[in-house]
């Protein structure tokens, strides 16, 4: 019975979204009070829907229902309960009433505070939002219905897909997908002030702390999946390029350049259009990514099990919601007048540079990832687009952002009277250079041409952050959150530079080939080797290698690489060894039998790789800092048509 | 021109290369799976119907045969065995069935009541040989041909149209009429 309860609670969502995308955009368009007055019930009652649909399949995988096929698809008796609950979204389906739950937690975050807003305007926001949600709602229940039954029921379940028993699978979707669907909330922003008409800078000041929250979890969902790929499943790398990554790394591209978008509107109403533009954007490619994954027009590492219906469902969703809403902007935009002007050296011109180079760097990896399939489409041939491609072509748009940001953030509004902090951007500009040069050099021996180039601008970012807060708080003055929450995010920024640049130059690998006993110096360490032994293990027989690693006679770690013969498989893999010496990361593989003793060794050594991730920790706090500003929460506006484009903001 | 309908406009181009995307998607198998094109993993597990020999993919070498991932706790795979039964009949391609993490006496009496279309099934109870073959859901269907190299991939219960529009042009593209 629970099952098709949960069925019905999610047809009950629908047609409460339904209502609520009705309600909300027809409400205040005809001024019926009575149904803006619905609006808020629809919303809470959807999430009420939702949440009881996610219970009933929840309830289903801790009782062991596999009389749902969902459920028998996805666990099994021997399944840990950590794992049955996080196998809810382990599959199509559930990752699918995941997305839905998370976006009417959204709906009801944004209905308290629609208690700020306008009432015609905040109607219009949880309008849109319902418009989205109905949209997924139908695409459940029409082609991924999570509470299918199975007739017989199963005995047993085929258990979850072995890569995601791992706690990575626990953590990384929910937190990746609550990024995804918080850029609906600045959408739905973006769509209620096309469907007004009107756009003024409170507008920029709802939006943000939203848009940001969004990118906070965007952020840490992406570098949580990025390590769990390193780390749990081995694959050898933090970053692919891969097509599923590429989904996820797009919309914080353009989240990124829309937070900074909305600084501007926000500070001194400009680039109006652009901000809109950009809000529709961010959550196309979130949507654009839910349809290159789940459609199956990309094949990718993820694989998720796709189907053509789907895909042209999703499509079909796609060309509604970013057509019409791409329709509606060409037709209200041409509104919206920005009368501020500024000069070349003010922070406005580099915010938009910002903004530019972030869109060009979205684009180029967006082409790299689309291109495949346009090759395919054309009948071109097969193309495959691989790290030679991305790593460049995004650089040249990344090298010019950093420098721009460290100089950006020292301009004024409105004027571009840089004179005044040039001494103190030449003497971090000097120091950075000495501390980048110093790393490629000194501390390090053997970098790339950009190597110095990308550290000093990463260090230059640091020391140009901190002069101002620091100045601020020796002269005994406050430091704003906002102030804070943007130097942390942009420290964190360049961590993750300080990060890539030393991990990409000065990753060693090598191929040792060792005999019991015999050492060898990598990267400063040494490698002794004391031997193979063999390993059984459930499905598989192993021989495991023991190295002993030191560094200048002190231990390091012991490190016990394997190599495994699948039995029923006939297949060799590798099982590295990882650890963590002083930030780097030392991987070690063992590779094939020399003969008389000796075996081949593989070294490779990651420094700094941690950094990445760190980064992206940094840069959501920093977020998280910024987003929890005084001024957003007291921007409470009572009455309609108070607000207007007469609203001046100082700062 | 109205410079605000640029991104409409793009829009539209995209639009178009995704639709076609997605109509050549299917012919490329519904999930391109990372075996296509490559030797069908290998296996060595006992016969379902006589425990005494073994199923072992070095014995199926030299012919093309169809590999059919199923379970008595399978809905699907109960819809899809009268599919299966009209292959058996053709007698164009032999079934090797894959008993996937099942009962081996509710597999038999399944095969007993409903009828038996495979010419072996490998009973793989641990489902190691399903994890090998990158099963995800059962039933799943590999057609796999004499020089042991998967050449297609059915997702869920195989229909007639893929029989006839997938497997048999491949087969018969091959094999002369009447071997």
């Known amino acids: ?6 069925h019905f609670a999610l047809i009950l969502a629908l047609l409460l979204a339904a209502l609520q995308a009705f309600f909300g955009i027809a409400g205040p368009a005809l001024r019926r009070d009575r ?21 009933c399949l929840i309830a289903a995988f801790v009782g062991f229902d596999f009389s749902v096929a969902y459920v028998a698809q996805n666990s099994n008796t021997s399944l840990p309960l ?40 905040g109607a219009r926001v949880l309008g849109v939002l319902g418009v989205v949600s109905f949209g997924f709602l139908l695409f459940t229940l029409a082609t991924s219905n999570p509470f299918l039954r199975l007739d017989p029921a199963a005995a047993d379940g085929n258990d979850l897909n072995p890569i995601l028993q791992d706690p990575g699978l626990v ?18 922003f973006a769509g209620a002030a096309m469907l007004e008409g009107r756009l003024d800078q409170h507008w920029a000041r709802w939006t943000r702390p939203w848009t940001t929250a969004a990118w906070c979890f965007l952020s840490c969902g992406i570098a949580l999946g990025s390590f769990w790929a390193y780390y749990e499943l081995g694959w050898g790398g933090f970053w692919f390029w891969d097509p599923v990554e590429n989904s996820s790394f797009m919309p914080w591209l353009v989240g990124t350049a829309l937070v900074h978008s909305l600084a501007a509107t926000d500070k001194r109403g400009l680039f109006k259009s ?49 057509g019409g809403s791409l329709a509606l902007y060409a037709w209200r935009a041409p509104l919206l007048k920005s009368s501020a002007g500024f000069e070349l050296g003010a922070r ?6 910002n903004n530019v180079l972030l869109v060009i ?7 790299g990832t689309l291109a495949p399939l346009i090759s395919d489409s054309l009948k071109l041939g097969t193309l495959s687009v691989g790290p030679p491609y991305f790593n460049p072509t995004f650089m040249v748009s990344m090298l010019p952002l950093l420098a721009l940001l460290s100089v950006g953030i020292h301009a004024n509004w409105k004027r571009g009277r840089l004179e005044d902090s040039q001494r103190t951007l030449l003497y971090t500009f000097v120091v950075a250079a000495v501390l980048g040069c110093g790393l490629a050099f000194g501390v390090y021996s053997h970098g790339k041409v950009l190597t110095p180039v990308a550290a000093t601008l990463g260090f230059w970012i640091v020391l140009s952050s901190l002069v101002d807060p620091i100045d601020r708080w020796r002269r005994g003055m406050s430091v704003s959150r906002a102030v804070l929450g943007m130097t942390v995010a942009h420290i964190g920024l360049a961590t993750a530079v300080i990060g890539l640049t030393t991990v990409q130059s000065f990753t060693v690998e090598e191929d040792l080939a060792l005999s019991a006993g015999g050492t060898a110096n990598v990267g400063g360490y040494e490698f002794r080797f004391l031997g193979v032994k063999p390993v059984d293990g459930p499905n598989y027989s192993a021989v495991g290698g023991t190295v002993v690693v030191t560094q200048h006679g002190a231990p390091v770690g012991v490190f016990e690489p394997q190599k495994r013969q699948y039995w029923v498989k006939h297949t060799v893999k590798s099982e590295t060894a990882i650890k963590i010496h002083h930030g780097s990361n030392i991987l070690l593989a063992l590779g094939d039998d020399l003969g ?30 910024a987003a929890s500003d005084r001024r957003y929460r007291t921007a409470r506006v009572t009455s309609e048509g108070s607000e207007g484009l007469s609203a001046r903001q100082a700062g | 021109m109205n410079r605000f309908l640029l991104p409409l406009g793009v829009f539209v181009l995209l639009a178009a290369v995704l639709a076609i995307g997605i109509k050549h998607s299917p012919d490329k198998g519904i999930i391109a799976s990372p075996l296509l094109g490559k030797p069908a993993p290998q296996f060595a597990l006992p016969n379902l119907t006589d425990p005494a020999h073994v199923v072992r993919s070095s014995d199926l070498k030299g012919r093309w045969y169809l590999f059919n991932v199923w379970g008595t706790w399978c809905g699907e795979c109960r819809a899809e065995h009268d599919m299966l039964l009209q292959v058996h009949q053709a007698a164009v391609v032999p079934l090797i069935g894959l008993d996937w993490k099942d009962d081996d006496a509710q597999a038999l009496a399944w095969l007993q009541q409903l009828g038996n279309p495979y010419e072996s099934v490998a009973a793989d109870r641990a489902g190691r040989t399903a994890i090998d073959w990158g099963v995800y859901g059962a039933p799943e269907t590999f057609l796999v041909n004499p020089q042991g190299v998967v050449v297609y991939k059915h997702v869920g219960a195989l229909t007639y149209q893929t029989w006839t529009r997938e497997i048999l042009p491949r087969v018969s593209r091959t094999t002369p009429a009447g071997s």
Do not use: C, K
């Not at chain 1, 019975?1 to 949960?6: A, K, T």
């Not at chain 1, 619905?38 to 996610?54: R, Y």
């Not at chain 1, 953590?171 to 739905?188: D, Q, R, S």
């Not at chain 1, 980064?615 to 977020?623: R, S």
């Open chain 1, 171 to 188: 953590v990384h979707p929910p937190i990746l997908y609550t990024g995804y669907v918080g850029f609906a909330v600045a959408f739905a």
């Open chain 1, 361 to 367: 760097a979205a684009a180029t990896v967006f082409a």
């Open chain 1, 35 to 55: 149904w803006i007055a619905a609006v808020i019930p629809a919303v809470t009652g959807q999430a009420v829907m939702v949440a009881t649909a996610v219970a």
């Open chain 1, 274 to 322: 652009w901000t809109l533009l950009l809000a529709i954007l961010a959550f196309s490619f979130s949507m654009l990514g839910t349809f290159l994954v789940r459609s199956g027009v990309l094949v990718s590492v993820h694989s998720f099990a796709a189907d053509p219906a789907r895909g042209i469902f999703i499509l079909a969703f796609l060309i509604l919601m970013v």
């Open chain 1, 82 to 121: 950590f794992y049955r609950v996080a196998a809810l979204w382990g599959a199509h389906e559930g990752s699918l009433l995941l997305w839905i739950m998370l976006l009417a937690l959204w709906s009801v975050a944004v209905a308290i505070g629609a208690r700020n807003l306008p009432r015609h305007f």
């Open chain 1, 1 to 6: 019975m629970l099952p098709e309860f949960g």
């Open chain 1, 348 to 353: 406005e011109s580099f915010l938009l540079f």
């Open chain 1, 596 to 625: 008389g003793g000796r075996w081949s060794v593989r070294v490779q050594i990651r420094p700094l790789v941690s950094f990445v991730w760190l980064a992206a920790l940094i840069m959501a706090i920093g977020g998280a800092l």
